[in-house]
């Protein structure tokens, strides 16, 4: 659960840090004020400090460090930076808190060591590191704390002592962590369950016709970056209704869940997609299809559903068929996805009054085509039966 397959955790992790931007970047600006707080503090508490190190050494150090941080936010791929930079950020930060620290112990003051906790605390919850990374940063800072400390002659007593504390912060903060991780992933997966269950039809367990108008949009989009032509197929089961006549609405549940188990096979590529589209009303779209895989996609579907050998006593040959209307056309960025749908509306109507049980294409230039219009007297001489 802490980790998904590469594809979901590179999504999780971008909705995630977009999600919490604004949080991300008020938790920073807090972290610079509290430092200067703090900085204010110490004139008070520990003159001798102050006396010995002035305030630009530290502020130095932190300040830059965060208003990098910062800045990486605004980057336009900051969800790939940040992860990236932050944990070397939060290393140096360490380190300049350890260095401060060690050397406000040599000159007699002890209470500096509290600054690496609280600084081992911010890494895990504030600055918006996953909990992976936020334990390695904070694995280093201990070494590099037992090293420099060792180093500079603090006596093995007061060493384990702080080590200790260093290292039970460390188990809290990271058993913390953890559960909080865990509890987000798991509440990003049902969220994203819950999506797709409003994406999906309940019947036919395909996608539905909100789940077909977003993909629509986004591969005519794609089309229009790429100058890729689009399909759209319209598929309809050919005398549905007196197929439930006849045989009851179960079975015509049972035909709707197998043919539209036999149209998803036909969208096979990431911006393919079978939905249905509304009734006995199935769309199939087909990115970066020429006219000619179209056609064949659109007989090989026929096939398909007629090898299902469903017997249907009220259509031709008593077996259930189906008439497909394509439309294939490259989109253009003045024109929006409506008239591919048009297009392919009127297609299944050619195909439907030439017979059905075939397959209709159509991709004649659509400027003049208005949404909402249809004209089926147009179809008789325009139509391509069969795409041919």
């Known amino acids: 659960m802490m980790r998904f397959e590469p594809a979901l955790e590179s999504s999780y992790r971008a909705q995630q840090f977009h999600g919490s931007l604004r949080y991300l970047r008020i938790n920073l600006a807090i972290l610079a004020v509290l430092i200067l707080a703090i900085i204010g503090i110490d004139h008070v508490v520990m003159p001798e400090v102050r006396a010995a190190l002035p305030n630009l050494a530290r502020l130095g150090v932190m300040v830059p460090l965060l208003a990098i941080a910062f800045a990486v936010t605004f980057l336009r791929d900051a969800a790939t930076w940040y992860p990236r930079v932050m944990p070397v950020l939060m290393t140096i930060a360490l380190v300049g808190i350890i260095v401060i620290g060690l050397w406000a112990w040599e000159q007699g003051e002890p209470r500096i060591f509290i600054r690496l906790l609280l600084g081992t605390i911010a890494i895990y919850f504030v600055v918006g590191l996953p909990f992976r990374p936020a334990v390695a940063v904070n694995l280093l800072g201990v070494a590099f704390y037992a090293w420099a400390a060792s180093a500079r002659g603090m006596t093995s007593i007061e060493l384990l002592h702080n080590l200790s504390m260093l290292l039970m912060t460390n188990v809290i903060c990271a058993a913390g962590a953890f559960h909080l991780e865990r509890a987000r992933r798991r509440a990003w997966l049902d969220s994203n369950r819950l999506a797709e269950t409003a994406m999906q039809d309940g019947l036919t367990g395909i996608p539905n016709r909100r789940r077909f108008d977003e993909h629509l949009q986004r591969a005519w989009q794609q089309g229009v970056r790429e100058h890729k032509p689009l399909a759209l197929l319209f598929a309809d089961i050919d005398h549905f209704k007196k197929y439930n006549d006849r045989y009851g609405h179960q079975a015509g549940d049972e035909v709707m869940k197998a043919v539209a188990a036999s149209l998803a096979r036909f969208a096979r590529r990431p911006l393919d997609l079978t939905a249905r589209y509304g009734g006995e009303e199935f769309a199939v779209v087909l990115f970066d299809a020429a006219r000619e895989h179209a056609a064949r996609v659109g007989e090989e579907i026929l096939a398909d559903v007629r090898a299902l050998g469903i017997t249907h006593a009220d259509s031709a040959g008593s077996l259930l068929t189906i008439s497909v209307g394509i439309a ?41 085509m208005k949404t909402g219009y249809f004209s089926r007297e147009a179809l008789k001489g325009d139509a391509d039966p069969g795409g041919q």
């Open 328 to 368: 294939c056309v490259v989109p253009m960025a003045r024109r929006s996805s409506a008239g591919i749908v048009q297009l392919a509306d009127q297609a299944l109507y050619a195909a439907k009054d030439g017979g059905r049980n075939q397959s209709r294409l159509l991709e004649a230039e659509y400027e003049h």
